[in-house]
C-alpha cells in the first residue's frame, strides 16, 4: 500500500510547491488584460455618462443604452428599407390620385409635370405604372406594346426582369406572365414569365416620345393590357387613368409614418421575401409578421428620431458619398459630376458584399431599378449624369446665377435635357416653369457661334437666354440632372465632358 501512495504525495507535494508560482502568473496575466476585459465605475460616452458597479450597470444605464440601442438600430432599419417603403409610397400616392388595382394603369399623357412629386423623374418621356396585387389575383398577364422600356420590380424595389426593347420581346412587344411567390400551378405556353418573390410589384413603362407625343400614347392605351390570368378568355378592359397635371405625393415620409408604412409592407408580403437576417432587424424594432405594430410612447419617440437621423444620414452620403464609383471623373478631385449607380451596379452588391451607402443613395434620390439603366451602349438608350453641388462644391443658392456650359457637338444620337430638382422632395422643383427643363429639343434654345451651349440657372433669365434657362427660387437650393439620349463615344469615353456648374454672380 505504501508503494501506491508514494507516486500521489509526490504529486500533491510538487502541486502545492508550484501553486504560488500559477497564482501570481495568474494574477500578472489578468493584470495586464484587464483594461481589455472590464469596464469602468463611470464611463463618458457620446450618450452620456454611465454608471456601474464592478461591471453591473445601473438600471439607469442600463436603459439608456437601451435607448441608444434601439435607436441605431432602427436608423439602419431606416436606411437598409429605403427601396421598399419608396415603393409603398409610389404605390400608395397612384391608389390615392384615383389608379387602384393592376389594370388601372397611371398615365402622363402629358408627360410629368412638376406638380406631381416623383423623385427625380423627367419631363422628356412618356410614363406609365401600375402594380400587381399577385395575393388577390394571382398569376397576372402583362400585355406589352412595341416599343416601350418597361421592367418590374418587386416590392423591395429589387430588379425582377425586363419588358420591351430591353426585355425578351425586343421591342416587339409580347405577352408576359408575373407568378405569385412559391407558385406550383401549370404554367400555359406562349408567355415570357417573371417569378418575383412578392405579391406587389411595380410594373414601369416608358413610351418614346421620338415621333411625338399622340401616337406614343396612343400605342400604350390601344395595346397594353393587364389582367389575371384566370380571366384570361374574358379580361376586364384596361383603364387609363390620366395623371398629368395632378397634384400628388408619391415620395416616401421621413418621420415615424415611415416604419408604419414598412409594418404594412411586412405584413402584406410572403415571410421569406427577405432574409431571416433582415426580417431579425426589423422584427427587433417591433415590426413581426402577423403581429401587431404597436410601439410604446418611449418607442415611437426612438423611432421619430431613427426616422430623422435616417434622413440626415441620407442627404449626407447624396451630398458627400464617401465611397468610390460615384464620381464620373475621377481623377478630377474638382468636379461634382456623379452618377446615380456607384460602379454602375444596379444590384448595389459586388464580390458576395452590399454596397449599404450605394443602395441609399439610389433609393433616397430616384426609383425603379433595371440593369438597363447603367447599361450604356453607343447611340441607344440613355445616360445620367448628376450635379449635386457647384464648382465650388458648395449647396446651390436659389437666388443666385449659375451657368453650365456644353461643348460643340454634344455627342448624343437623338437629344440631350437638362432637368432641375428640389433639393428636399428630389422632384422637379416647382416654379413658374411647368417642365422644368430645357435641351437640345427646347423651343428657342440658342446654340452658341461655336456649336457649343450655355445653360442658365437663375431666378431670372439673363436677358436673351430665355430659353436657355432653369428658374431657380431665392431662399431654396436645388440640384440637376443631365440626361443623354442614345449618348454616343465621346460620352462614353469622356473625351466630351460638360463644364461644371460655375457660378456667375
Known amino acids: 500500500m505504501e508503494k501506491q501512495f508514494k507516486p500521489l504525495t509526490a504529486l500533491l507535494i510538487a502541486s502545492a510547491l508550484t501553486l504560488p508560482f500559477l497564482e501570481a502568473a495568474r494574477a500578472e496575466v489578468s493584470q495586464e488584460s484587464l483594461n481589455s476585459i472590464s ?3 463611470k464611463v463618458e460616452t457620446p450618450i452620456g455618462s454611465l454608471d456601474f458597479f464592478d461591471g453591473v450597470p445601473s438600471k439607469a444605464t442600463a436603459e439608456k443604452v437601451y435607448d441608444n440601442l434601439d435607436r441605431m438600430r432602427a436608423t439602419g432599419v431606416f436606411l437598409d428599407n429605403v427601396g421598399a417603403v ?43 405604372y401600375t402594380y400587381t396585387d399577385l395575393a388577390q389575383d394571382g398569376p397576372t398577364v402583362i400585355e406589352v406594346p412595341p416599343g416601350m422600356l418597361g421592367f418590374l420590380d418587386d416590392a423591395w424595389q429589387r430588379f425582377v426582369g425586363n419588358m420591351g426593347v430591353t426585355g425578351p420581346d425586343k421591342g416587339k412587344g409580347g405577352k408576359y406572365l408575373v407568378l405569385p411567390p412559391g407558385y406550383t400551378g401549370k404554367v400555359p405556353p406562349g408567355y415570357f414569365l417573371l417569378k418575383p418573390t412578392t405579391n406587389r410589384n411595380f410594373l414601369f413603362l416608358r413610351g418614346s416620345i421620338k415621333n411625338g407625343l399622340k401616337p406614343a400614347v396612343e400605342n400604350i392605351t390601344s395595346k397594353l393590357k393587364v389582367y389575371p390570368l384566370k380571366n384570361a378568355a374574358k379580361p376586364t378592359p384596361t383603364e387609363f387613368v390620366d395623371m398629368s397635371g395632378k397634384a400628388f405625393n408619391t415620395v416616401f415620409p421621413s418621420d415615424f409614418s415611415y416604419f408604419e408604412n414598412l409594418n404594412q409592407i411586412v405584413q402584406e408580403e410572403p415571410i421569406d421575401a427577405i432574409s431571416p437576417e433582415v426580417r431579425g432587424a426589423i422584427a427587433a424594432i417591433g415590426i413581426v409578421k402577423g403581429q401587431p405594430f404597436a410601439p410604446d410612447a ?18 449626407s452620403i447624396t451630398y458627400y458619398p464617401r465611397f468610390t464609383g460615384v464620381k464620373i471623373y475621377p481623377d478630377d478631385p474638382k468636379s461634382v459630376w456623379s452618377t446615380a449607380f456607384a460602379n454602375k451596379n444596379t444590384s448595389f452588391e459586388a464580390n458576395g458584399v452590399m454596397g449599404l451607402d450605394a443602395r441609399v443613395l439610389y433609393y433616397f434620390n430616384a426609383g425603379g431599378v433595371t440593369p438597363a439603366m447603367a447599361a450604356t451602349r453607343a447611340g441607344e438608350g440613355s445616360d445620367y449624369a448628376l450635379a449635386v453641388l457647384d464648382a465650388s462644391q458648395l449647396a446651390f443658392d436659389g437666388s443666385k446665377t449659375y451657368k453650365l456650359h456644353l461643348p460643340p457637338n454634344v455627342p448624343v444620337n437623338d437629344f440631350w435635357a437638362v432637368t432641375i430638382y428640389d433639393t428636399q422632395t428630389r422632384s422637379q422643383l416647382q416654379t413658374g416653369q411647368k ?3 430645357v435641351g437640345s429639343q427646347t423651343e ?3 446654340k452658341n457661334a461655336d456649336g457649343s451651349y450655355d445653360v442658365y440657372f437663375a431666378p ?19 440640384f440637376t440632372i443631365l440626361r443623354m439620349y442614345g449618348p454616343l463615344e465621346p ?9 461644371e456648374i460655375e457660378l456667375v454672380k
Open 444 to 446: 428657342g434654345m440658342k
Open 298 to 315: 418611449r418607442m415611437k419617440k426612438l423611432l421619430t428620431e431613427a426616422a430623422m437621423l435616417g434622413n440626415a444620414t441620407s442627404r
Open 491 to 499: 460620352w462614353i469615353n469622356k473625351t466630351w465632358r460638360p463644364s
Open 86 to 128: 419608396s415603393m409603398y409610397s409610389v404605390r400608395t400616392g397612384l391608389a390615392d390620385a384615383g389608379s387602384k388595382g393592376a389594370n388601372r394603369i397611371a398615365l402622363f399623357s402629358q408627360l410629368l409635370d412638376s406638380k406631381t412629386l416623383v423623385v427625380t423623374a423627367n419631363t422628356s418621356t412618356l410614363y406609365a
Open 39 to 41: 469596464i469602468p465605475n
Open 435 to 437: 417642365f422644368p427643363t
Open 460 to 478: 431670372k433669365a439673363p436677358v436673351g437666354m430665355e430659353g436657355n434657362w432653369l428658374q431657380t427660387v431665392p431662399g431654396k437650393s436645388w
